[in-house]
């Protein structure tokens, strides 16, 4: 099975199961990285495994020893707060700066961390277009030009062959196309929630349809309940 697709008249490959590459600006796309999010919810009383961004930044590192993108587009969401760059230290904060300076980084500015500065590297920015694409965090309603958006964690949840398949997914249509949240530590929202919905924006006959990365391919599902 072919693991890649056309999205606005380009070509992308899935770079393991929740990130982007684009080859024709060798450019690495992704998305609600939450880097922090442990320490954020120890700050409030609820512990969790501290290692959720050394083990999403190893898992940034091992695509870019992959794809060896020259640039890395991170969608927004970066860190669970804007306070959380801060935070970030010991081997996950080394990996971070060794990433930032072998590309060129752009942090796209989320709801999340909306005052992300780049301490560790790169430049933060609130939307980017690059050849025809739009990149931002949340997407944009009656945007026409084809835009690539995170923020809403999709997730494909089907009882496929007797089995329930969960998966984190991408959501695709004709100008639209949502990223899966990248982050250790991030949950998600069904592809059939009506805040996805509402995201995709559809117009006349449109439909969505969720990607699904599988071992060997990508699958490609109808999303019954977004239509126009």
């Given at each position: 099975m072919k693991?890649?697709?056309?999205?606005?008249?380009?070509?992308?490959?899935?770079?393991?199961?929740?990130?982007?590459?684009?080859?024709?600006?060798?450019?690495?796309?992704?998305?609600?990285?939450?880097?922090?999010?442990?320490?954020?919810?120890?700050?409030?009383?609820?512990?969790?495994?501290?290692?959720?961004?050394?083990?999403?930044?190893?898992?940034?590192?091992?695509?870019?020893?992959?794809?060896?993108?020259?640039?890395?587009?991170?969608?927004?969401?970066?860190?669970?707060?804007?306070?959380?760059?801060?935070?970030?230290?010991?081997?996950?904060?080394?990996?971070?700066?060794?990433?930032?300076?072998?590309?060129?980084?752009?942090?796209?500015?989320?709801?999340?961390?909306?005052?992300?500065?780049?301490?560790?590297?790169?430049?933060?920015?609130?939307?980017?277009?690059?050849d025809s694409m739009i990149l931002r965090h949340q997407a944009k309603a009656g945007e026409e030009l084809p835009e690539i958006s995170g923020h809403f964690h999709p997730k494909f949840r089907r009882v496929i062959k007797g089995r329930m398949v969960s998966r984190r997914c991408f959501v695709k249509c004709r100008r639209k196309l949502i990223m899966p949240a990248f982050g250790a530590l991030t949950g998600g929202l069904d592809v059939s929630d009506n805040a996805i919905g509402h995201a995709c924006d559809l117009q006349h006959s449109e439909i969505a349809e969720a990607l699904v990365p599988m071992r060997d391919g990508l699958a490609r599902f109808q999303i019954e309940k977004i239509r126009t």
């Amino acid at each position: 099975m072919k693991r890649g697709f056309e999205f606005g008249g380009i070509e992308f490959e899935l770079a393991g199961d929740t990130a982007l590459y684009w080859p024709s600006q060798a450019a690495l796309l992704l998305s609600d990285l939450h880097l922090e999010k442990a320490s954020a919810y120890a700050a409030g009383g609820q512990m969790l495994p501290p290692y959720d961004s050394l083990s999403t930044l190893e898992h940034i590192s091992d695509l870019v020893a992959e794809f060896r993108p020259e640039m890395v587009i991170s969608l927004g969401d970066n860190f669970h707060d804007s306070d959380g760059e801060h935070r970030l230290d010991g081997d996950a904060a080394d990996i971070l700066q060794r990433l930032t300076r072998s590309t060129r980084w752009l942090w796209i500015t989320g709801n999340h961390d909306p005052e992300i500065g780049g301490k560790w590297g790169g430049q933060s920015i609130a939307e980017t277009k690059i050849d025809s694409m739009i990149l931002r965090h949340q997407a944009k309603a009656g945007e026409e030009l084809p835009e690539i958006s995170g923020h809403f964690h999709p997730k494909f949840r089907r009882v496929i062959k007797g089995r329930m398949v969960s998966r984190r997914c991408f959501v695709k249509c004709r100008r639209k196309l949502i990223m899966p949240a990248f982050g250790a530590l991030t949950g998600g929202l069904d592809v059939s929630d009506n805040a996805i919905g509402h995201a995709c924006d559809l117009q006349h006959s449109e439909i969505a349809e969720a990607l699904v990365p599988m071992r060997d391919g990508l699958a490609r599902f109808q999303i019954e309940k977004i239509r126009t």
